[in-house]
């Protein structure tokens, strides 16, 4: 059994999990009408703090997917920034975390629509290490199951309806033996991984899909793009990516705030570059681990400290 959490915050305040309850009728419970996020809490031992990546850029996400289902939110990034740091305090982590903020329609009525409704806001916190087992050695398959588009529920958003698809991708995937999946856009080009973004590597130039192929605009994809540039002085391209460049790529992986950086060494049984981790993305593992514990001070803006000192 999961251990669950011993706080939430909810209907505007820190209250024991167990007393932060829905009822049966609550609207986005029946219709996915909401919108959450996911963010990662990482603990430095050294320095006896707990760091949250980049809850700026994760909250304004968050705001902009409400946007598109027409929430009327009053909450700004900062509230919302205080009040995760208030819930992680109160539960007093000091371990790596995964926190999830989500935005729901809590009205508690029968009938499919967006507006006239109320949005609520809920954030839960749970310890968290990797998500996808394999890591450094991930084998994928490429799903049958095709991309959303943006004109049907708009993938730019994270909706929590959309992520019906996401489990069918998922878990066709490991249902066949394969630890995660590469999904294409209705008209053939690489869009995602179930829940994260996809880089590949070709004669050192690094590829991947623009946010209009119906990707979620990622925020460890972002901060990829720019170590890639800045520490490594590589060439990012974003532009569509057909199936077949995945197999003659030097090396493949996914980025996101549960997978990190997933190196990928095989797609249908076929090894991609050399059957194991390639240099680049060694690389940018290791500098990622490196930004998010707070040991380059460059990067120490996209850091929020949690414990007061
Ligand atoms: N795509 C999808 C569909 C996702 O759910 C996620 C996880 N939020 C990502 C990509 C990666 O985004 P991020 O790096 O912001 O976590």
Redesign the pocket.
């Known amino acids: 059994m999961p251990t669950l959490p011993k706080f939430a915050f909810f209907q505007g305040r820190i209250v024991p999990y167990d007393e932060a309850k829905i009822g049966l009728l609550t609207h986005a419970l029946h219709y996915g009408t909401a919108v959450f996020g996911?963010l990662r809490g990482y603990w430095n031992e050294e320095e006896g703090q707990l760091y949250i990546f980049r809850p700026r850029d994760h909250y304004k996400r968050l705001l902009n997917s409400a946007k598109i289902l027409r929430m009327q939110v009053d909450y700004t990034v900062e509230d919302l920034i205080g009040f995760t740091k208030d819930l992680l305090r109160a539960e007093g982590h000091r371990t790596d975390v995964y926190i999830r903020p989500l935005l729901y329609l809590s009205d508690e009525v029968i009938g499919v629509r967006l507006h006239g409704l109320t949005p609520a806001l809920a954030i839960v916190s749970v310890p968290f290490g990797t998500y996808v087992a394999n890591d450094t050695n991930a084998h994928v398959t490429f799903s049958s199951w095709r991309r959303l588009d943006d004109n049907m529920i708009p993938?730019r958003g994270?909706i929590s309806g959309a992520y019906v698809g996401?489990a069918l991708v998922k878990s066709d995937a490991e249902l066949a033996g394969f630890d995660e999946a590469l999904v294409l856009t209705e008209d053939g080009h690489l869009s995602?991984g179930s829940?994260?973004?996809v880089f590949i590597v070709r004669d050192g130039v690094l590829i991947t899909p623009p946010i209009t192929d119906n990707?979620?605009e990622?925020?460890?994809?972002r901060t990829i793009i720019q170590l890639a540039r800045e520490e490594l002085g590589l060439e990012v391209v974003e532009r569509p990516i057909d199936r077949t460049e995945v197999f003659i790529c030097d090396e493949l992986f996914l980025?996101?705030?549960?997978a990190q950086v997933t190196a990928v060494t095989r797609v249908d049984h076929r090894p991609i570059g050399e059957g194991k981790m390639g240099p680049i993305t060694a690389q940018l593992r290791e500098l990622f681990q490196q930004v998010v514990r707070g040991k380059l001070p460059k990067y120490h803006h996209w850091l929020e400290p949690v414990y007061e000192k």
């Open positions: 996911g993938p994270k996401t995602e829940a994260e973004n990707i979620l990622g925020i460890t994809r980025t996101g705030t549960a």
